[in-house]
């Protein structure tokens, strides 16, 4: 059983700080790409940050703010978020494009697949 579990969501004022934790864990022979994305009230999900084997992405509103990194052995990604905004505030999910490993009547199958953390919940006060 594969999952993503997020961590370091909460209520912080305007100018603050946080880092957010998501580690994967599980039958994972490898993993892709590890990321951040986070959906407001109203608003469609969007992309924030994510890790690939290309290099880091992020999305204009928070260039300068925010840092994406990996920790490979612990399957870890963080996000860590400076000079917060009020319009930062959003559930942020976790998601990671994984290969994992599973058996089905016996016979061991290698697969892609695109796992979504339950997300945590970030509050920036005005």
């Known amino acids: 059983q594969v999952q993503l579990v997020e961590s370091g969501g909460g209520l912080v004022q305007a100018g603050g700080s946080l880092t957010l934790s998501c580690v994967a864990s599980?039958?994972?022979?490898?993993?892709?790409?590890m990321g951040w994305y986070r959906q407001a009230p109203g608003k469609q999900r969007e992309l924030v940050a994510n890790i690939t084997r290309g290099g880091t992405n992020y999305a204009d509103s928070v260039k300068g703010r925010f840092t994406a990194s990996r920790d490979n052995a612990k399957n870890t990604v963080y996000l860590r978020m400076d000079s917060l905004k009020p319009e930062d505030t959003a559930v942020y999910y976790c998601n990671a494009e994984l290969v994992i490993t599973f058996q089905e009547m016996g016979v061991s199958y290698i697969e892609g697949v695109d796992y979504w953390g339950k997300g945590t919940l970030v509050t920036v006060s005005s």
């Open positions: 599980g039958s994972i022979v490898s993993i892709n790409a």
